[in-house]
C-alpha cells in the first residue's frame, strides 16, 4: 500500500504560504492539484515539493 500524502488548501497556506488566492492563481499556471468534486481541492505534497522547485527564481 502506498503512503502518498493530500494536502488541503490550508495545509498548503501553513506549509508553503500560499493563501486560497495565490492557490487558484498557481493551478491556473500549472500547480499539480487534484478536484475531488466542486468545492474540494487536494494537493500531493510529493507533487507540489517538485513543483516549487522546479519554479525557483534566483535573484
Same mark, same amino acid.
Given at each position: 500500500?502506498?503512503?502518498?500524502?493530500?494536502?488541503?488548501?490550508?495545509?498548503?497556506?501553513?506549509?508553503?504560504?500560499?493563501?486560497?488566492?495565490?492557490?487558484? %492563481?498557481a493551478?491556473?499556471?500549472?500547480?499539480? *492539484?487534484?478536484?475531488?468534486?466542486v @468545492?474540494? =481541492? %487536494?494537493?500531493?505534497?510529493?507533487?507540489?515539493? *517538485?513543483?516549487?522547485?522546479?519554479? @525557483?527564481? =534566483?535573484?
Amino acid at each position: 500500500m502506498s503512503n502518498i500524502e493530500f494536502l488541503t488548501p490550508k495545509q498548503v497556506e501553513q506549509m508553503y504560504g500560499l493563501n486560497p488566492l495565490q492557490q487558484f %492563481r498557481a493551478r491556473s499556471n500549472g500547480m499539480p *492539484h487534484y478536484k475531488i468534486d466542486v @468545492k474540494t =481541492i %487536494r494537493y500531493k505534497k510529493t507533487e507540489l515539493d *517538485h513543483w516549487f522547485k522546479s519554479k @525557483k527564481v =534566483i535573484i
